[in-house]
């Protein structure tokens, strides 16, 4: 009774102490979403693995906002490569999706892409996203078991925590 009291009167005050954010993550203003990154090379399974893990999924980047957002981190701190984006389409092709099922409709695609259809000749399956720092962040569909940095993101809003006080 008193836990369920003290959860009811502190609530909002244990929401602002338990925010997700990592530590070391930087967090967009205009979207209230963090991101966090780590620059080892990883398939895009375990990038989702580890962003679950820790409360989060591969990093979301809903709008052009978003994008120029972590474009702008990315060129500051001289990150360069490929980082996998938080949109797949593993369950049909082309229906690209958030890496927690939310339809995607922002893209910044490369000129040709998206490529990687099954039923193209020689094609090899290309399911999940990536953004090169070289080719001013633009998108390409990717195999999931390729290598690039892992971005994840992270929304207050989706605190489960009130509960395990
Ligand atoms: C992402 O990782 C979680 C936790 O390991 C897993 O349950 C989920 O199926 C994974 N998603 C995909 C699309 O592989």
């Known amino acids: 009774m008193f836990i369920l009291v003290f959860i009811i009167v502190f609530g909002d005050l244990v929401y602002e102490t338990r925010a997700l954010c990592p530590a070391s993550s930087f967090t967009n203003p205009d979207s209230g979403i963090c991101y966090w990154y780590n620059p080892s090379l990883v398939t895009a399974t375990a990038c989702n693995t580890s962003c679950v893990l820790n409360g ?51 893209f910044n695609w ?15 399956e290309q399911d999940c996203m990536a953004m090169f720092t ?13 290598n690039y940095m892992c971005l994840c993101s992270y929304r207050s809003c989706k605190l489960k925590i009130i509960i395990a006080i």
């Open 110 to 124: 490369r000129l040709g892409q998206p490529n990687g259809y099954p039923l193209d000749a020689g094609a090899t």
């Open 56 to 106: 989060g999924i591969i990093g979301e980047i809903p709008d052009e906002n978003s994008q120029l957002f972590l474009m702008q981190h990315f060129q500051s701190v001289g990150v360069t490569g490929g980082i996998w984006v938080g949109v797949n389409d593993i369950d049909a092709e082309l229906n690209f999706r958030t890496w927690d099922g939310y339809p995607q409709s922002y």
């Open 134 to 146: 070289t080719d001013n962040f633009r998108w390409q569909d990717k195999p999931c078991g390729d």
